[in-house]
């Protein structure tokens, strides 16, 4: 079905790719994500061209048009990268692919001759259309309607396609993170799921073929988690991780040349539907968990940090009831930091990506007892963590204090007190405060002093002393009774050499 001409702005490297292979009489097309985001109104990432051409085809037009070929999987996939204009495309022969044992990769791919055919095999009717230079576009499944409605569902029956790739069953989720799209299958709608009138409950749950995940690398799964996380409707697509306990499902990893399987997210399950202290809270666990990291920045730490931050609530140990017969968790950001570790770890993020995320984990409730105790048990506070060697410099610790900031604000904004405009602002302001001394007032290493060695050493008769002299003006200006000034530090150092 061919819809109605519209123009759409195409980059210059594309509309030549199209025209190149158009005049040697070859049919070329935008297709996937670039076509769907070009009619919602967005600026596509990147382009992807499908042609009728084989890859020898391309190659030979393309070179000699002044286009680097960088990488070339012909035989097995008929995808040809090129590069030009300091862009980069791939350009696939419309193909057909069949799948077998391997949970991502096809085991035939073969050459087809038609566009439907090319399409039919793309995994979601929103990425299944296709775009010419004349701005036709090429739609057989109903993507466009879909975008319309809102609504992500497979290109055919969706078993058959996760089935087929099982990292379409994360691919779901993240679409419907980044799109905010209601997910729908023909087949297989379960019970309703997560709590009523919130904006996360789902009407029907729907069952995804999880063993299948367990033959996927953890790079893939991982990508698409972070991706996931990034999106502007996030919470939507944790949502459908959990309700399709794709979020219990697993993965794989290659050790010494073997593959290991590991968990992927189970340690979420038990926060869906866990009750929380309605004096504070307007949602249980899981809920509050989505809309404190729909609150938040679009910061993979920062995101991170509020998927785990409750992970620790209802667990036993930690579930009590307070006086009142209320749910109480405390000490549970100290439990969930232990817990964000063991899984991040186990995902294989980077080591100092793991202590940041921990660190956020552990510290979100240090904020609340400040608003009440105000600047003093601040500055105990920030001298506690500058001294505590976590961080190298006061530039790294002002990051990691801002990030810090925005996961206190998020989760307070995920409680009732997010609809009292008095108490955020207090919130806000309180986090503006403790930036405000970060930066200022508490220098984490002698570096960032207002004098350097050397000028301290110029001060000193016996030279020998200068570690000692810098260590006692950090000390002293973290302890806020010297400011950070070079005057006023280098009266510190006479001071100080008089009295020793």
């Given at each position: ?349 980077p080591a100092p990506f793991v202590k940041r995320v921990v660190w956020l984990v552990a510290r979100h409730m240090r904020f609340a007892p400040m608003l009440v105790t105000g600047e003093r048990t601040l500055l105990r506070w920030l001298r506690s963590e500058a001294a505590s060697g976590i961080f190298k410099d006061n530039h790294e610790m002002t990051v990691a204090f801002e990030q810090l ?19 955020m602002a207090e919130g806000r302001a309180l986090g503006e405060a403790v930036l405000e001394l970060a930066r200022s007032k508490m220098p984490v290493h002698t570096k960032d002093l207002a004098v350097s060695g050397h000028d301290v050493l110029a001060l000193l008769e016996d030279k020998s002393r200068i570690r000692a002299a810098m260590q006692y003006l950090l000390q002293r200006v973290q ?22």
């Amino acid at each position: 079905m061919t819809a109605e001409n519209r123009q759409f702005i195409l980059p210059p490297i594309i509309n030549r790719i199209l025209t190149l292979l158009a005049e040697q009489g070859h049919e070329a097309y935008v297709v996937g994500g670039a076509v769907r985001d070009l009619l919602l109104g967005k600026v596509p990432g990147d382009f992807d061209v499908a042609t009728s051409a084989r890859p020898e085809q391309v190659i030979g037009l393309l070179e000699p048009a002044g286009f680097t070929v960088i990488g070339e999987l012909g035989q097995n996939f008929g995808v040809v990268v090129v590069h030009q204009y300091g862009q980069t495309v791939e350009v696939a022969t419309f193909r057909g692919e069949a799948y077998g044992v391997d949970a991502h990769k096809p085991e035939q791919v073969w050459y087809c001759n038609d566009l439907r055919s090319d399409l039919a095999r793309r995994d979601f009717t929103v990425n299944a259309m296709a775009l010419d230079l004349s701005g036709n576009v090429y739609d057989y499944h109903g993507g466009r309607l879909d975008l319309q409605q809102q609504i992500l569902r497979t290109v055919g029956v969706a078993e058959r396609r996760y089935q087929e790739d099982a990292l379409r069953m994360y691919r779901a989720c993240r679409f419907v993170g980044q799109l905010g799209f209601d997910y729908v299958q023909q087949q297989g709608a379960g019970p309703a799921f997560g709590a009523a009138n919130t904006p996360y409950y789902l009407p029907h749950s729907y069952s995804f073929p999880v063993s299948r995940s367990a033959g996927l690398s953890l790079e893939r799964v991982r990508t698409e988690l972070d991706k996931l996380l990034l999106g502007k409707w996030a919470g939507k697509g944790l949502m459908l991780l959990l309700a399709t306990g794709l979020a219990a499902g697993r993965c794989r990893v290659r050790e010494q040349g073997a593959y290991r399987e590991i968990d992927v997210l189970p340690e979420l399950e038990h926060l869906a539907g866990l009750p929380q202290n309605p004096r504070f809270h307007c949602y249980n666990v899981w809920e509050h968990t989505l809309a404190a990291i729909d609150n938040s920045p679009r910061q993979l730490a920062i995101r991170w940090a509020l998927l785990l931050h409750d992970v620790a609530k209802g667990l036993p140990g930690i579930r009590k009831l307070n006086k009142e017969g209320q749910p109480s968790d405390h000490g549970h950001e100290a439990e969930s930091a232990v817990m964000a570790e063991v899984i991040l770890n186990r995902l294989r993020y980077p080591a100092p990506f793991v202590k940041r995320v921990v660190w956020l984990v552990a510290r979100h409730m240090r904020f609340a007892p400040m608003l009440v105790t105000g600047e003093r048990t601040l500055l105990r506070w920030l001298r506690s963590e500058a001294a505590s060697g976590i961080f190298k410099d006061n530039h790294e610790m002002t990051v990691a204090f801002e990030q810090l900031v925005a996961v206190f604000l998020a989760d307070m904004g995920a409680t009732h007190a997010g609809k009292n405009t008095e108490l955020m602002a207090e919130g806000r302001a309180l986090g503006e405060a403790v930036l405000e001394l970060a930066r200022s007032k508490m220098p984490v290493h002698t570096k960032d002093l207002a004098v350097s060695g050397h000028d301290v050493l110029a001060l000193l008769e016996d030279k020998s002393r200068i570690r000692a002299a810098m260590q006692y003006l950090l000390q002293r200006v973290q302890s806020t009774n010297l400011p950070n000034e070079k005057t006023a530090l280098e009266d510190a150092v006479r001071g100080w050499q008089k009295r020793h």
